[in-house]
Nanobody, 121 residues
Framework: QEHIVETGGGLVHAGESLTLSCAPSSSAFSINAGGWYRQTPGQQREMVAHISPRGDTRYDDSVQGRFTIFRDNARNTVYLQMNDLKPEDTAVYYC???????????????WGQGTQVTVSL
């Protein structure tokens, strides 16, 4: 079953902003580590940003300074704030996360179905 849901994609012009959200499909799970990836047709999926359980972040060079990954544990959500979007950012964006339940059982490396981001000139 699908355990991760991404929302927030859409169509924007270059220079505009979007915020993506990633959350477990069931409230039984919390996000431990999480990250955002993107993929275009014919290309391999690439890492965009990653956040550790304690909030340490890592970014791909192509988005450094424009994108911010952050988490709100009270809302059980990981976000990707995307500023100054460029046509090259057009892709399906996927969330990947390690999930943990109240009994400390883990579901590792769970993928969502993706959300489309399209940036036009």
């Amino acid at each position: 079953q699908e355990h991760i849901v991404e929302t927030g994609g859409g169509l924007v012009h270059a220079g505009e902003s979007l915020t993506l959200s990633c959350a477990p499909s069931s409230s039984a799970f919390s996000i431990n580590a999480g990250g955002w990836y993107r993929q275009t047709p014919g290309q391999q999926r690439e890492m965009v940003a990653h956040i550790s359980p304690r909030g340490d972040t890592r970014y791909d060079d192509s988005v450094q300074g424009r994108f911010t990954i952050f988490r709100d544990n009270a809302r059980n959500t990981v976000y990707l704030q995307m500023n100054d979007l460029k046509p090259e950012d057009t892709a399906v964006y996927y969330c990947n996360a390690d999930l943990v339940d109240s009994d400390y059982e883990y579901l590792y490396s769970q993928w969502g179905q993706g959300t489309q981001v399209t940036v036009s000139l």
